[in-house]
C-alpha cells in the first residue's frame, strides 16, 4: 500500500505524469502487438505501396504495401524488448558488482573499476561490430552489446551509492552483529540504492531505444522479417525525398519514446531528490 502511494504521489510532478502516460500508451499499444495488429506486418501488397493515409490504412503504406501503423505497432515492440532485456542484462550484472566494490574495497574494487573503465572503452556500437562478426547481425546480439556496455552503468550508479549507505551507524551496528558482507549488501544497502536504480533503469531504456534504432540502421540489430523503429528507418531512406512520411512516422516514435522515458526518469529523480523537491522540481540533468 505504501508502494502504490508514493508512486501516486509522483503524478504530482508534471515530467513524471506527462512521461508516464507517453510510455503507457506506446508500450500498450506495442504490446498489443502480440496478439493483433491492423494488417499483418509480413502482409507485401505492391500494389498499394505508398498508399496515402486512409481508414484501411491511417498511415498509409510503404514500399512493400505493409500497414505503417502495423509496422510501428510491431517494430516499437522490438525495439522495447531489446532495450529492456539490455537493461536487465546490465542490472542483473552490474548492480552486484557494484555492491561487492561497495562492500569489500581493496583490491576487488579497484578490479571493479579498472573492468568498468575496460568496458566503457567498447562502446555498445563497437561491441555489436564485434558480436555480429563472430555470430551474425540479429536483434539479440544487438540487446547482447547493449547489455554488456550497461553493466559498468549500473556497477558504478551502484557503487556510489552504497558507498554511501556503508558509513551509516545502522550498517556499522549490522557488521558488529556479524551479518556477512553480502548479507548486509542485500538487506540494508541494496533497498535504499532501488530507487537510484530505478532512475536510472529508465534512462537507460531510452539509451537503449536509441541504441537499437541506430544498430539496426546501419544493419547490426534487427534483420527482416522482423521489424524495429531503426530498420524502418533504414528502409525508408531511399525513398526519403519522394514518400519522407515514411521515415518521420518511425523517426517520430523514437523521439516520443525517448522524450517519455526521460522525463518519467526526471520526474523520479526530482521526487526521490530531497534537494531537487525543494528547489521545485529542477531539472539538473545531463
Not at 521489424?227 to 512520411?245: R, W
Not at 517519455?260 to 526530482?270: C, E
Given at each position: 500500500?505504501?508502494i502504490?502511494?508514493?508512486?501516486?504521489?509522483?503524478f504530482r510532478?508534471?515530467s513524471?505524469?506527462?512521461g508516464?502516460?507517453?510510455?503507457?500508451?506506446l508500450?500498450?499499444?506495442a504490446?498489443i502487438?502480440?496478439?493483433?495488429t491492423?494488417?499483418?506486418t509480413d502482409?507485401?501488397?505492391?500494389a498499394?505501396?505508398f498508399?496515402?493515409?486512409?481508414?484501411?490504412h491511417?498511415l498509409?503504406?510503404d514500399?512493400?504495401g505493409?500497414?505503417i501503423?502495423?509496422?510501428?505497432?510491431a517494430g516499437a515492440?522490438?525495439s522495447?524488448?531489446v532495450a529492456?532485456?539490455?537493461v536487465?542484462?546490465g542490472?542483473?550484472v552490474?548492480v552486484?558488482?557494484?555492491?561487492?566494490?561497495?562492500?569489500?574495497?581493496?583490491w576487488?574494487?579497484?578490479?571493479?573499476?579498472?573492468f568498468?573503465?575496460?568496458?566503457f572503452?567498447f562502446p555498445?556500437i563497437?561491441?555489436?561490430i564485434?558480436i555480429?562478426t563472430?555470430?551474425g547481425p540479429?536483434?539479440?546480439?544487438a540487446?547482447?552489446a547493449?547489455?554488456i556496455f550497461n553493466?559498468p552503468v549500473?556497477?558504478?550508479?551502484?557503487?556510489?551509492g552504497a558507498?554511501s549507505?556503508?558509513?551509516l551507524?545502522?550498517?556499522?551496528?549490522?557488521?558488529?552483529?556479524?551479518?556477512?558482507v553480502w548479507?548486509?549488501?542485500?538487506?540494508h544497502?541494496?533497498?535504499?540504492?532501488?530507487?537510484?536504480?530505478i532512475?536510472?533503469a529508465?534512462i537507460?531504456l531510452?539509451l537503449?531505444?536509441?541504441a537499437?534504432?541506430?544498430l539496426?540502421?546501419?544493419g547490426?540489430g534487427?534483420?527482416p522479417?522482423?521489424?524495429?523503429l531503426?530498420l524502418m528507418?533504414k528502409?525508408?531512406q531511399?525513398?526519403?525525398?519522394?514518400?519522407?512520411?515514411?521515415a518521420i512516422?518511425?523517426g517520430l516514435?523514437?523521439?516520443?519514446?525517448?522524450?517519455a522515458?526521460n522525463?518519467?526518469g526526471?520526474?523520479?529523480r526530482d521526487?526521490?531528490?530531497?534537494?531537487?523537491?525543494?528547489a521545485?522540481?529542477i531539472?539538473v540533468?545531463?
Amino acid at each position: 500500500m505504501r508502494i502504490l502511494k508514493q508512486f501516486a504521489s509522483n503524478f504530482r510532478h508534471p515530467s513524471f505524469a506527462i512521461g508516464f502516460v507517453l510510455s503507457a500508451v506506446l508500450i500498450v499499444l506495442a504490446l498489443i502487438s502480440l496478439v493483433w495488429t491492423p494488417h499483418p506486418t509480413d502482409n507485401v501488397n505492391i500494389a498499394e505501396r505508398f498508399a496515402s493515409p486512409s481508414g484501411q490504412h491511417i498511415l498509409g503504406t510503404d514500399f512493400f504495401g505493409r500497414d505503417i501503423f502495423s509496422m510501428l505497432m510491431a517494430g516499437a515492440l522490438t525495439s522495447l524488448r531489446v532495450a529492456v532485456l539490455a537493461v536487465g542484462i546490465g542490472m542483473v550484472v552490474g548492480v552486484p558488482l557494484g555492491l561487492l566494490a561497495a562492500g569489500h574495497g581493496g583490491w576487488l574494487e579497484r578490479l571493479i573499476l579498472r573492468f568498468n573503465d575496460f568496458v566503457f572503452a567498447f562502446p555498445a556500437i563497437i561491441t555489436a561490430i564485434i558480436i555480429t562478426t563472430l555470430f551474425g547481425p540479429s536483434a539479440i546480439n544487438a540487446m547482447i552489446a547493449i547489455g554488456i556496455f550497461n553493466i559498468p552503468v549500473f556497477a558504478r550508479v551502484a557503487r556510489g551509492g552504497a558507498l554511501s549507505i556503508w558509513t551509516l551507524d545502522y550498517v556499522d551496528a549490522a557488521r558488529l552483529s556479524g551479518l556477512k558482507v553480502w548479507q548486509i549488501s542485500v538487506r540494508h544497502v541494496l533497498p535504499n540504492i532501488l530507487s537510484l536504480l530505478i532512475v536510472q533503469a529508465t534512462i537507460q531504456l531510452s539509451l537503449g531505444i536509441l541504441a537499437e534504432a541506430g544498430l539496426s540502421y546501419i544493419g547490426l540489430g534487427t534483420q527482416p522479417p522482423e521489424t524495429s523503429l531503426g530498420l524502418m528507418l533504414k528502409e525508408a531512406q531511399s525513398f526519403f525525398l519522394a514518400y519522407p512520411m515514411q521515415a518521420i512516422w518511425p523517426g517520430l516514435t523514437i523521439i516520443i519514446f525517448v522524450m517519455a522515458l526521460n522525463l518519467m526518469g526526471d520526474g523520479l529523480r526530482d521526487q526521490m531528490d530531497p534537494k531537487l523537491s525543494k528547489a521545485g522540481g529542477i531539472n539538473v540533468a545531463g
